[in-house]
């Protein structure tokens, strides 16, 4: 344990500056102050710290929306609309890349990182589609030219998530991953992709199958990423977080789906056993994002199926009571379940109140 008497220490021998030593040490104060704040059981969740983030939010996008106005009439001038777009895109992503240095590099910020990695993935979605020519002067897209580029947007979103490690952008970096799969299984079919298949196991075509081994492997990723940060006060555990975000519509959905279409009369059953499954592996993990998107996308697809509208109202009535029991009783309930998770698993687990 390095004290404040180490760091002055090191400042006497030279080894650190003072204006290193006091960075650390108003990081480790930082840390802290985060662990004896944080109350027990609590996940970690943070969207921005400070309205002086939210300001800098509505000044970045100002700025953006000028900015996409002056390439606008430049390219208006111009006559070679694929070059001057060309330019744009790489211009625009060395803008960001210098304002990313400054607000997530040195200044750290949350907010400005979420938004400058967002604008990052569209502009390098935008300059490869454009590069490969799947996007066409009216702004349509060909899918079947989309594949390679969207696959070299999932790389520079990985390129950019190693640079500055922003959370958030693991969820740019799955859902971008997800476009590439769809569209790759979409040409090995040879065929145009219906919407319903990405989620419906009883479809014809690999795509529903895709869906569900790309959500659990997203899942076991986002679970190598908690299990190395039980306690979760680094990164790593906000990017299993955002990677939850994403595995958790691939499994729900495909699962959900399915049942729901099934026809039988034992669909509402079958999904009620399904999402308290779900229920007992989001308790374990400690991840109430995992159980949100289930419960979330299985209202939205029981509204959407056409189930029968009594036995709909009867569900979507006993998951939102469930809900709000399990979050209230969290704690408790993980407690019990807790007990019969092996000891070797538990000790990477988050801990139990």
Known sequence: MITRDDLRAAVGAGVLTEAQAARLTGLADNRLSARAAARAGEEPFELFRGFNEIFIVVGLGILGLGWSGVWALITAASDDFRFIWSVAGVATAVVL???????????????????LSTAFALNAAGFWLLSWRSVTLLGGLDWSLAGVPLALTTGTILLYWARYRVPFAMALIGASAFAVLIVWLGQASGRAVNLSELFLLSGSGPFAWGTLVFGL?????????????????????????????????????????TFLTGGSGGALV????????????????????????????????????????????????????????????????RAGLMRAVPEGLRSRLPPSA
């Open 217 to 257: 492997a997203l899942f076991a990723l986002a679970m190598r990423f908690d299990m190395s940060d039980p306690h979760r006060m680094t990164l790593r555990a906000a990017n299993g977080f955002w990677l939850h975000v994403i595995a958790a519509p691939a499994i729900v959905n495909t699962l959900a789906l």
């Open 270 to 333: 079958a999904l009620a056993a399904f999402l308290a499954a779900i229920a007992v592996v989001a308790v374990v993990i400690d991840r109430r994002s995992f159980l949100i998107s289930a419960v979330g996308y299985t209202v939205a697809l029981v509204s959407q199926t056409g189930a029968d509208t009594r036995g709909s109202a009867v569900a979507v009535l006993l998951l939102g009571a469930g809900l709000v029991g399990l979050g209230a009783g969290w704690q408790s309930v």
């Open 97 to 115: 890349l210098l304002l990313s240095e400054y607000f997530i590099r040195r200044r750290r910020m949350v907010a400005p990182a979420i938004v």
